[in-house]
């Protein structure tokens, strides 16, 4: 009898604790990701370069690449510098944008690349996709699923707070994310991968539910681990579905709109998950969100990040011209100007309550 089943696209290794880095010549080496030392280090400029002195005596062979903002340029250039050295991987060593930029320079020299997060600020860390700034804005990139994640929360708790409230952000709004991916297969016949779907709700519930604090090591982990699998719940699917929806689309639009102004991404889905629940009536949903939120540190209110509501409002009517052909609560409601700030008048009252 035939076996029917399919290959999930995910990393090899995934450490996650306390102390990991000490173990991360060791980790490669037994994986076979690099039994020779030769590597390449991307690394940040700030967490990275720190970080270097600690472990470049660790990693003899490694040849160390300062990578300069999240940019396709950077991307390029760290590809070109990289090409034909007979290295056995590469290294991310850093935040969003360094991970990101060495997932495509990866890609684009045929490495395997490792991920070593120095933050939690999103799910970027082992995403398919890698988020590069471009001479029209900004563009999403597919690339392999990392081979090895590497967390170190001695690492993640030293980095500003702000990037962990961000990553919160991020993880809960998958709630949101999927109600829309729902709704579109209710509405439009838009087929839901269960497996995905059930990786990423269940990621953002772990966070949502969670008693922690941001300086609790169980907390962190959580929170690691929820950013790790969106990412595979990403892989699996094949897009963004299960870790974007309305909530996504409303940050891009303030992106956009407002890009010398923009507030961290996780702060920005965050409080548009929590106002597309509103939307959709889920008011208990949706109040859960925002006291989450709240606890925190989070913004649940444009005004924390700096906006008007009737810059929130414009950025919600907007929204769904950032992705076009996704379905969410926005493009179903097709709300007018008035409905829009009529809503937001609504969420508003009903979080100060």
Known sequence: ?????????????????????????????????????????????????????????????????????????AAVKLADAIRGKRYDAVVGL?????????????????????AVATNLAHDGICSPVSTLDNDNGRGSYGVPTPIAVVVDLDVIREAPARYIRSGIGDAVSNISAIADWELSHRETGEPVDGL???????????????????????FLGTLAEGLVLSGIAVSISGDTRPASGACHEIS??????????????????????????????AREDSGVITDTLRRHGLPVLPAEMGFTEAEFAQAV???????????????????????????????????SS
Do not use: C, N
Request: proline share 6%; aromatic share 4%; net charge neutral.
């Open 1 to 73: 009898m035939p076996v029917l089943t399919r290959l999930i696209p995910s990393p090899v290794v995934v450490d996650i604790r306390a102390g990991a880095l000490a173990d991360l010549s060791r980790l490669l080496a037994d994986q076979r990701i690099s039994t020779s030392g030769k590597l390449a280090i991307a690394m940040s400029e700030g967490s990275g370069v720190k970080l270097r002195e600690r472990l470049a005596p660790e990693l003899p062979g490694a040849d160390w690449f300062p990578v300069h903002g999240g940019t396709i340029d």
């Open 94 to 114: 850093g935040g969003g944008k360094i991970i990101d930029v060495t997932k495509y320079a990866a890609a684009r020299v045929g490495l395997p690349m490792v």
């Open 196 to 218: 995905a779907a059930a990786m990423a709700r269940s990621a953002g519930e772990a966070v949502l539910r969670h008693p922690g604090g941001i300086g609790d090591d169980a």
């Open 252 to 281: 891009h639009a303030l992106d956009l709109l407002y890009p010398q102004r923009a507030a961290a991404h996780g702060e920005q889905v965050g409080l548009g998950a929590a106002f597309a629940m509103h939307l959709r009536g």
């Open 317 to 351: 009517g907007y929204a769904p011209q950032t992705r076009p052909g996704r379905f969410t609560i926005l493009e179903h409601l097709d709300l007018s100007a008035t409905e829009i700030r009529d809503a937001y008048a609504d969420y508003a009252k009903t979080i």
